[in-house]
């Protein structure tokens, strides 16, 4: 089997039922269960002894090391972390207590356990570290996309965070051997995402009639990736990656949030139409910029291409009109999520009007 952290999770959940369709393996997910962390994600396996879920903090490193022993894991991906820049903004603390001190403490743990296996167990194991494109710092327009090569250049205490975790990793592969692997991937998208980041956020805020708020100029360029395809790169790189690499994974889909929202808002007028009959891109409002915010993030996915012969399946167009559809059809996953804590983030954000 093998070990997932922060499995409740927005990619976290996505992989796990995808790990499951397509490979049949069993998995352990420990998460904290923070905000962002939602079993309702994993309510089809609800009955399926293939999921076993544990709450629990990576920085836990007795209940980490009882994990290992118990369930003697072929592999670890880690998603667990703090991951939304604004927030990070806002309160940086938790984000060096997860993304840092918890990724040391749980490399300390797989450690001690990796050193304890034997022979082709050994060999076998790997330690999959799942970060972001953010680490390598905002490009300018003309700047070609972040290869594996580009010097980290974290801007916020986010991407800060996890480039610090992503050296702690490499320096457990150089120092004691571990067979790492590390992802930086770009933006995701699709369903489960918590709607405190931006396309399910500009979803709900259009459906409830809000003003959707577009940072500064709204020419920041994100790279969108369906987070389907995500899942099959991680799928990819786990079984072919080489002991100690990188792999940028990306979706070849350069976008500004302008270009994003108007999208979200199309499809939204053809398969909700509000109910004044007035386009969605009608509730655009430009709001005061996020401070130090990255102009563009562009990933050159041709490494993991030509090594494992990954590449995305889904366009920005077909991933995108399957993900609106997702949110229509589960209304009550929103409803669920829509507590009290997401009402005191919006009123944070972006205040009460
Ligand atoms: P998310 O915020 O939706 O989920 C994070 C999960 O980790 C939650 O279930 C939370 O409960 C859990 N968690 C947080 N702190 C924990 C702790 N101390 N111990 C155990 N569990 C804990 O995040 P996501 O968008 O699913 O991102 C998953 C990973 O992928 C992160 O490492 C993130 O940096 C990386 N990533 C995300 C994106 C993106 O676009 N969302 C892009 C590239 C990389
Ligand atoms: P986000 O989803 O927070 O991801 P990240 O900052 O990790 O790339 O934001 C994506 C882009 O959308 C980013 O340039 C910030 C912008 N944005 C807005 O314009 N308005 C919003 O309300 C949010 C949440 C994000």
Not at 52 to 72: C, P, S, T, Y
Not at 92 to 98: N, S
Not at 207 to 230: E, F, M, Q, S
Not at 248 to 271: F, P, Q, R, S
């Amino acid at each position: 089997m093998i070990l997932v952290t922060g499995g409740a999770g927005f990619i976290g959940s996505n992989f796990i039922l995808d790990w499951i369709a397509a490979t049949g393996e069993a998995t352990v997910n420990l998460d904290k269960l923070t905000y962002a962390g939602n079993l309702e994600n994993l309510v089809s396996l609800k009955d399926d002894s293939r999921h076993v879920f544990v709450r629990g903090d990576i920085n836990d490193r007795e209940l980490v090391g009882r994990m290992l022993a118990e369930h003697q894991p072929r592999a670890i991906i880690h998603f667990a972390a703090e991951s939304h820049v604004d927030r990070s903004i806002h309160g940086p603390g938790e984000f060096i207590q997860t993304n840092i001190n918890g990724t040391f403490s749980l490399l300390e743990e797989v450690r001690a356990y990796w050193q304890g296996l034997q022979g082709e167990e050994k060999a076998a194991f790997r330690f999959l570290h799942v970060s972001t494109d953010e680490v390598y710092g905002s490009l300018g327009p003309n700047d070609p996309p972040f290869t594996e090569a580009t010097a980290y250049a974290p801007n916020s205490p986010y991407s800060a965070s996890k480039a610090a975790s992503d050296h702690l990793v490499r320096a457990y592969h150089h120092t004691y051997g571990l067979p790492t692997l590390t992802t930086n991937c770009s933006n995701n998208y699709g369903a489960f995402q918590f709607p405190e980041k931006l396309i399910p956020l500009i979803l709900l805020n259009a459906l409830t009639a809000k003003p959707l708020p577009i940072y500064g100029d709204g020419l920041n360029v994100r790279d969108w990736l369906y987070v389907g395809d995500h899942c099959a790169a991680i799928r990819a790189v786990l079984a072919g990656g080489r002991l100690g690499e990188t792999y940028n994974i990306g979706g070849w889909n350069e976008k500004t949030n302008l270009d994003v929202v108007h999208t979200v808002c199309a499809i939204l007028d053809e398969l909700k139409p509000a109910a004044d009959h007035k386009p969605y891109a009608a509730l655009i409002t430009y709001v005061k910029d996020r401070p130090g915010h990255d102009r563009r993030y562009a990933i050159d996915a041709h490494k993991v291409e030509r090594e494992l012969g990954w590449k995305p399946m889904e366009t920005f167009e077909t991933g995108i009109h399957k993900t609106v559809a997702w949110y229509l059809d589960n209304m009550g996953w929103v409803e669920n999520i829509v507590s009290g804590e997401y009402q005191k983030w919006l009123a944070t954000q972006y205040g009460k009007g």
